[in-house]
């Protein structure tokens, strides 16, 4: 299980950059290694399609916006879902490492491995 977290490195709009750095901030205080995906650089175009075609927008939006939750390849949620699911304690669920008992290796960005143990 790899968490991928798709963000925009570039973004001008504020809200945004606030909400990616809210969900790795999480993320980090959980212990739970993620691999963070800047659809912006050069070279991540088929990441960025990738996020759009597997993402849900939200309301009015022509293409989801990040940050864009993946567990692999699965498609966890957007900032408002995981926001909910940490409110509620259900961010394992959300992130789908619900499995008792089992451990989950997972990969950061800078390629190190840890393990989400569920409890």
């Given amino acids: 299980m790899v968490i991928r ?11 945004v950059k606030k ?3 809210r969900v790795l901030m999480i993320l980090e205080s ?17 990441d960025k399609e990738f996020m759009q075609q597997n993402s849900k927008p939200r309301g009015d939006q022509k293409h989801p916006l990040p940050p864009q939750i993946f567990n692999d390849e699965e ?8 926001d909910m699911a940490n409110e509620v304690s259900e961010l394992e669920i959300f992130l789908k ?8 290796p ?3 960005k800078d390629g190190s491995v840890g393990v989400l143990a569920n409890a």
């Fill in 97 to 104: 490492a619900e499995s008792r008992g089992t451990s989950h």
């Fill in 75 to 82: 498609y966890c949620g957007d900032y408002d879902d995981f």
């Fill in 106 to 108: 997972i990969v950061s």
């Fill in 19 to 21: 909400r990616q750095q």
């Fill in 5 to 15: 977290v798709y963000i925009s490195g570039i973004s001008g709009n504020k809200e």
């Fill in 30 to 46: 959980k212990n739970i290694p993620c691999e963070i995906i800047d659809i912006t650089e050069p070279g991540k175009e088929s």
